[in-house]
C-alpha cells in the first residue's frame, strides 16, 4: 500500500516553545498532496551513532493542509536520541518516514467535546482545532473545550494561538491549569481531572479526547465512566 512507502521532508522551521520543547516544521519532498487527517502521527527513522536504526511515532501537530508541510511539538528526552536529534536539526535538514497512521481521529457526527491534553500531548489537539475552527461549517452550534495541563506558565505551548482562537470564536474555550504556578497565576490550578466536572457537569452526550501520560489519561477515563459516560464517547492516545 502507498501509506507504508518511505518519504522524506526538509526542515523549513524550529522554533523553541520552552527551554526543553521545540515546534519543528517540516515540507515533504516532491509529495506535495502528501495527505493525513487530524490526530494522526508519523513514523521516523533515524541512524543513532552506533548504526542502530531508530524509529519512533510523532503525533503531528499541524493542521491538514494542500503544501506538503506538517509539524511536531517534541521535548528533548534525557538520553532519547530521536527527540535530542530531531531539536538540534538544523534548517534545511532531511528526515526520512513512513505514515500517516493513527485512529486517534474526530468521529462523526460531530458533539460538543472536551479535549483533553498534558505537555507535548497538545500536539493532535492543535491540529484538530485549527482545522475545526478554520471553517464554521465544521463547528457550528457545537463548544470545545481545551483543559490543557502543565507545570509552569512557561510550558502552555502555543498560549497565544489558543487565546487567539478563543477570542474569535466564542464556542471555543481555552482552559490552561497549572499544577506549579505562581502566585501571579489566577487560571485554572491542579490537575486536568479535578477541572472535567465543572465542564461536564451531569451531561454524558458530550465526547472526550484524551491526550498525554498514561496517568493522566487514566483518571480522565475512570472518571468519566464514573459519571456515566459511554466509553465510546472517551477516546485517547497515551504517550508512554
Same mark, same amino acid.
Given at each position: 500500500?502507498?501509506?507504508?512507502?518511505?518519504?522524506?521532508?526538509r526542515?523549513?522551521?524550529?522554533?523553541?516553545?520552552?527551554?526543553?520543547?521545540?515546534?519543528?516544521?517540516?515540507?515533504?519532498? $516532491?509529495?506535495?498532496?502528501?495527505?493525513?487527517?487530524?490526530?494522526?502521527w508519523?513514523?521516523?527513522?533515524?541512524?543513532?551513532?552506533?548504526?542502530?536504526?531508530?524509529t519512533?511515532? =510523532?503525533?503531528?501537530?499541524?493542521?491538514?493542509?494542500?503544501n $506538503?508541510?506538517?509539524?511536531?511539538?517534541?521535548?528533548?528526552?534525557?538520553?532519547?536520541?530521536?527527540s535530542?536529534?530531531l531539536?538540534?536539526?538544523?534548517?534545511?535538514?532531511?528526515?526520512?518516514?513512513?505514515?500517516?497512521?493513527?485512529?486517534?481521529?474526530?468521529?462523526?457526527?460531530?458533539?460538543?467535546?472536551?479535549?483533553?491534553?498534558?505537555?507535548?500531548?497538545?500536539?493532535?489537539?492543535?491540529?484538530?482545532?485549527?482545522?475545526?475552527?478554520?471553517?464554521?461549517?465544521?463547528?457550528? $452550534?457545537?463548544?470545545? /473545550?481545551?483543559l490543557?495541563?502543565?507545570? =509552569?506558565?512557561?510550558?502552555? =505551548?502555543?498560549?497565544?494561538?489558543?487565546?487567539?482562537?478563543?477570542s474569535?470564536?466564542?464556542?471555543?474555550?481555552?482552559?490552561?491549569?497549572?499544577?506549579?504556578?505562581?502566585?501571579? /497565576?489566577?487560571?485554572?490550578?491542579?490537575?486536568?481531572?479535578?477541572?472535567?466536572?465543572?465542564?461536564? $457537569?451531569?451531561?454524558?452526550?458530550v465526547?472526550?479526547?484524551?491526550?498525554g501520560?498514561?496517568?493522566?489519561?487514566?483518571?480522565?477515563?475512570?472518571?468519566?465512566?464514573?459519571?456515566? /459516560?459511554?466509553?465510546?464517547?472517551?477516546?485517547?492516545?497515551? =504517550?508512554?
Open positions: 500500500m502507498a501509506r507504508f512507502h518511505t518519504l522524506s521532508a526542515l523549513v522551521r524550529s522554533v523553541p516553545l520552552s527551554e526543553f520543547t521545540k515546534h519543528l516544521e517540516f515540507e515533504v519532498n $516532491g509529495s506535495p498532496r502528501f495527505g493525513f487527517v487530524s490526530g494522526q508519523l513514523s521516523l527513522r533515524a541512524s543513532a551513532p552506533d548504526g542502530e536504526e531508530i519512533r511515532a =510523532y503525533s503531528i501537530a499541524s493542521p491538514p493542509s494542500d $506538503g508541510r506538517f509539524a511536531f511539538c517534541l521535548n528533548r528526552v534525557q538520553d532519547g536520541f530521536m535530542n536529534y531539536c538540534d536539526l538544523n534548517e534545511g535538514a532531511e528526515i526520512t518516514f513512513q505514515g500517516p497512521f493513527g485512529s486517534f481521529i474526530l468521529r462523526p457526527p460531530l458533539r460538543d467535546t472536551a479535549f483533553i491534553a498534558t505537555g507535548t500531548g497538545i500536539a493532535p489537539f492543535r491540529s484538530m482545532l485549527h482545522w475545526l475552527l478554520a471553517d464554521r461549517s465544521r463547528h457550528e $452550534g457545537r463548544q470545545f /473545550w481545551l490543557f495541563g502543565v507545570r =509552569y506558565e512557561r510550558d502552555i =505551548y502555543y498560549r497565544e494561538e489558543f487565546e487567539r482562537l478563543a474569535e470564536h466564542s464556542n471555543f474555550h481555552f482552559l490552561p491549569t497549572l499544577s506549579r504556578g505562581g502566585p501571579e /497565576w489566577t487560571g485554572l490550578r491542579g490537575y486536568v481531572q479535578e477541572h472535567l466536572p465543572g465542564i461536564v $457537569g451531569v451531561r454524558t452526550d465526547m472526550a479526547y484524551i491526550c501520560l498514561d496517568k493522566m489519561v487514566s483518571a480522565n477515563r475512570e472518571l468519566l465512566k464514573s459519571l456515566g /459516560w459511554d466509553r465510546k464517547a472517551i477516546l485517547y492516545e497515551r =504517550y508512554d
